[in-house]
């Protein structure tokens, strides 16, 4: 514990982000094998019941996970892991209970044809809540290399079963839909495995019970704004649902492959740096000192990682998931296209939602995801009614951006960042991926013509790597190098 402790913010990163990439290098590594055994049209399923427990999940423990990180009183942290993980355990059994009295109601409301795919969301809503109220008490312990250990068992084990199903010819929607239930499951086993008995005498023993009622009393703000995680979760699941209520499956499944694919690096990078921040900036505040500068030097740290990626991958998203997983999933790669700014806006931004949380602002928080909601919503209706699912993707990333960029510049004002500070951090990258975007798409016409009878993506492909190379040398020897050199000040 104490070489755990003595790690900064860039080595706790690092160890996260390690299991993450590994987890989702399985991940990347088995789509193309799923999106040949199972069709469109089961990954629209699956995108609904993903969606569902999703949603179900992040109200489940009533936000009282997000606390267990404060309490300078290690008994007190046991108390709220306790009391978060028995609000999961109820209201997924009420879930249950909804499911078996209204089956039919629920297949027609969510358009799941498969009754066994009803039964598998409070099962999934129990392991998934379950695991955001143990992943913040690792946190705390700082237990990241277990984290990053649970992140691969959830993903190896899931895929592999799930791949010899439909190797066997089980190539059913709901044996898509077991994925996420046992990738849950694997990773929550993983989380506890280490010190399991340990677990169970600091979190279940008797004296963890009596200090329930107290340490609820004095966290009663968190729960008075769980609207704000339902309506954060419905902002990134809404368009599932939109598009299976005004089209059909096979374009939810389309979209739910390019949104799955777009989320690697959030999964990868994002959400290691998130937690990690949560927990650094959580400590600093509890020490007294500010955190303007730290904030300052993630945001631009994130921008650096995602900007110009981002625009290579626009460039060749439509061929290349027609190449990798097959000539039915091409679609996806053009609604990659349309969905980039906001999720290039969602990355760079992940760890405003922690730092709002960490500055207790809980009330703000739930203002500005029901802003997007709100703004998500009237967009893609709008979209909608002008045709096809391409345009009202078009409305919702224009919306939901333009959202996000606002948020951004208002929080980051909060944490003491001058807006002065913030535009000089976010010109370099900017301008940087403008000018090597522009070199790209300006040499484009004439690799064309070089190509002649050659599939031109030949020298395409080649050029974008020096591009990107290019861009992060450049970055790492004018400001990375210099940003991981103040971990020491962080």
Known sequence: MSAAKDKGFVGSVLTLMSGNILAQAVTVGCTPILTRLFPPEA??????????????????????????????????????????????????????????????TLRGLLGVASPTTLKLIPLGCLFSGGILVLQIR????????????????????SRTLVILAGLSGLTAPVVLVAMKPLNDLFLLVTLVAGDFRSFLRQVFGAPTWKRVPAVARAYAGFPKYCGTDLVLMLNMELPTFLLAFYYDPVKVGLYNLAVR????????????IGRSFFQH?????????????????????????????????????????????????QESGSYVRILLPVFLLTFISLFTGTLLDTLGLQRERFLFSLLQLAVSLAAFALGAA????????????????????????????????????????????????????AVFFGARPLLGSLAGN?????LELPLAGLLLAAYFAFFYLTRIRRLLAERGQA
């Not at 694919?261 to 290691?272: C, F, N, R, Y």
């Not at 002008?386 to 948020?407: E, K, P, W, Y």
């Open 43 to 104: 990954y629209g399923e699956f995108a609904l019941a993903f969606s569902c427990i999703t949603v179900l999940a992040s109200i489940s423990h009533l936000r009282y996970n997000s606390p267990i990180m404060l309490p300078k009183d290690e008994e007190d942290s046991h108390a709220l892991t306790l009391l978060a993980l028995c609000l999961v355990a109820g209201f997924s059994a009420l879930a249950l209970a909804v499911v078996l009295l209204l089956p039919e």
């Open 138 to 157: 690792n946190l705390r312990l700082k237990q990241f290399r277990r984290q990053a250990a649970a992140q691969f068992a959830g993903a190896a084990t």
């Open 261 to 272: 694919m777009l989320k690697q690096p959030s999964m990868v990078i994002g959400q290691a």
């Open 281 to 329: 900036t959580a400590d600093q505040l509890n020490k007294g000192r500010p955190i303007g500068k730290f904030v300052l030097r993630v945001l631009e740290f994130n921008l650096i990682l995602y900007l110009f990626p981002a625009v290579i991958l626009w460039a060749f998203a439509p061929e290349l998931f027609g190449l990798v997983f097959g000539g039915e999933w």
């Open 386 to 437: 002008q045709g096809d699912a391409a345009t009202a993707l078009i409305f919702l990333s224009a919306g939901s951006s333009l959202v996000l960029a606002a948020r951004i510049f208002w929080v980051t004002g909060k944490a003491g960042v001058a807006p002065g500070d913030l535009l000089r951090r976010t010109l370099a990258p900017l301008g940087a991926a403008a000018v090597l975007g």
């Open 454 to 458: 050659l599939d031109r993506h030949w």
